[in-house]
């Protein structure tokens, strides 16, 4: 391991109780160019892309994944099945083709998981109540 | 995975295998066609399936993958758009005025088990 330096801190979700970790993100539309700005909570319980709820998805899956790459995921109440769609995400001014996701039924908020998360050098400062994006200093 | 199906109707199982047969299909691979539409008009996924777009990529689904492997494809109106690149395709929609879309990597965006969704969303 080497030292990193934090490139940018966002604050944690204070409402909820125990705060959660949260990350600023950005995705744009790749067809239209339109771009939505929003805080996803870092869920490193979630293996997927970005949960997005149905509406955010419905404005933005404008090249939405042919049904049969869709991905099933397990949960506690049996498999779910998630809508995917291409869109551009940023996290920290960086830019990378990603998906946002939605359960075909029921609601949805936003969240970051793992297929996301582990492109990212990310600290959890839980006493501070702050999730930083570390840089590797050379 | 090997599957042992006992108390199958014989009338239907030899029909189904004359049919698998006829189009030249191995009985797995017939078989697991079935079993992929019945799940497909069975499942939420239905749902998505009144999608015209969705219906008509579904459709050319088999064409597609053999004839465009690799690429990029827009399905929208009817109509097919391929493209090396992804921004090539994009170009291609909004040169056509296509704001929605169904599109693929063919062969490449991964399908079925996509993990697992736990407690961490899970809240009192």
């Known amino acids: ?138 | 995975m090997d599957v042992i199906i006992r108390g199958m109707r014989t009338r239907i199982y030899r029909e189904f295998k004359a049919q698998a047969n006829k189009m030249g299909l191995r009985l797995s691979d017939a078989l697991q066609k079935a079993i992929e539409r019945w799940l497909l008009e069975n499942s939420q996924s239905s749902l998505v399936m009144n999608d015209p777009n969705q219906l008509a990529f579904a459709k050319l689904a088999s064409q597609i993958e053999s004839k465009y492997h690799g690429k990029y494809v827009a399905m929208c109106g009817g109509k097919l758009y391929v493209a090396g690149t992804l921004e090539d395709l994009g170009g291609q929609l909004k040169e056509a005025g296509i704001a929605r879309a169904v599109v693929s990597h063919v062969g490449a965006d991964e399908s079925g088990e996509g993990g697992e969704w736990l407690w961490g969303s899970i809240e009192r």
């Open chain 1, 1 to 138: 391991m080497g030292i990193y330096r934090t490139l940018s801190c966002h604050s944690y979700d204070i409402e909820s109780k125990p705060e959660r970790p949260m990350i600023h993100v950005s995705i744009t539309g790749p067809a239209t160019g339109r771009e939505m700005k929003f805080t996803a909570a870092a869920d490193t319980g979630f293996s997927g892309y970005l949960l997005v709820p149905m509406e955010t998805y419905q404005e933005y899956s404008e090249f939405e994944l042919p049904v049969r790459d869709f991905l099933t995921y397990r949960t506690i109440v049996g498999p779910i099945v998630l809508r995917r769609a291409r869109v551009t995400a940023a996290i920290l001014g960086e830019r990378f083709e990603t998906f946002i996701e939605t359960p075909l039924v029921g609601v949805a908020k936003f969240l970051l998981g793992r297929r996301i998360l582990n492109a990212f050098r990310l600290a959890l400062l839980g006493p501070e109540k702050r999730s930083c994006l570390l840089e590797e200093q050379r």
